[in-house]
């Protein structure tokens, strides 16, 4: 297939771009090149003759029209978005741009794209969403597919909106569609302002590690390359205009997880003291949602999809990752607002 990967710069898109490529698959990599972005992330296969990569922006609508009839894409994979939900406190706006209005714009211009090449049936948007939109859970119970809507934070709750746009689009115009909706993930390349790579790297500068409340928050850990397989699967297999929860059956609380942190670098960059003495509770972040949890059933019964590794298993590559390719982030490091507590409210 040849398929437009919007956010392909980005931690998950990147993942993506790089599995496609290997699966056989071409790629045209769309993304507007924002603080988040990092073309380093597909450094690998940018020689590929099979690899595009166009710079636009998702709110601009003549250049997404273009970028179809340029490439002809046989999917759409839409990753593109505002990912961080401290950055939507302090500054909602872009999250509703690029997250809403974005994604109307890209919805309208793949059904033009659609409807002139004369509806094909094999055409797919595949939206990839959060778990973040169904709300928080207490200490029981998961999320499924059929989860009433329940979003918390302007990130989520753009989030959602766009989840309803592409099923709004299946509906009323038939545009084929697939959702998935996926717990937190992590692993090489994730932005360093995302909980996993702060704690590494404060513990590897000596800092504070900052764990927000009680870090009793729990979260279900997904490592980005399990998650970018299960992408492409049902991107393939899956039924038409249905969403897949996707989770990596990893529940942590905050707590455990960087603990878990703290104890893999003591053994694999080992210095005086652990670092969980680096462990520092912070004032909570406002309308912290308590639990996620995902029910994968569907995805495991329909598709036959698991996650491959655990959590200890995935940091452990995550660590490594990081202290192997230090040029990687020190350059990250300087941008706008990294490594600054945001969100406060
Ligand atoms: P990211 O922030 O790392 O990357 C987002 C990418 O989108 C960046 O490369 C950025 O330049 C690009 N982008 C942003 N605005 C754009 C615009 N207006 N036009 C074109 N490109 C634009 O995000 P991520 O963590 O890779 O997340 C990818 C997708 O997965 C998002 O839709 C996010 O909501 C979803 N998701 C992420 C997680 C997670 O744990 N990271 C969990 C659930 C769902």
Known sequence: MKILITGGAGFIGSAVVRRAIVDGHAVVNLDALTYAACLDNVASVADHPDYAFEQADIRDRAALDRIFATHRPDAVMHLAA???????IDGPGDFIETNITGTFNLLEAARKYWTEAGRPEAFRFHHISTDEVFGSLGATGQFTETTSYDPRSPYSASKAASDHLVRAWAETYGL??????CSNNYGPFHFPEKLIPVVILNALHGRSIPIYGDGSNVRDWLYVEDHADALLLVLQKGALNRSYNIGGENERSNLELVQTICSILDRLAPKDGSYADLITFVTD?????????????????????????TVEEGLERTVRWYLDNRGWWQALLERDG????????
């Not at 505002?82 to 939507?88: G, L, T």
């Not at 084929?176 to 909706?181: C, G, I, K, M, Y």
């Not at 949602?289 to 996650?307: K, V």
């Open 176 to 181: 084929p569609v697939v959702l998935t909706n």
């Open 285 to 309: 972040r406002p309308g912290h949602d308590a639990r996620y949890a995902i029910d994968p059933t569907r995805i495991r019964d329909e598709l036959g999809w698991r996650p491959s590794v």
């Open 338 to 345: 990294v490594g600054q507590r945001l969100g406060q409210g």
């Open 82 to 88: 505002e990912s961080h939900v401290d950055r939507s």
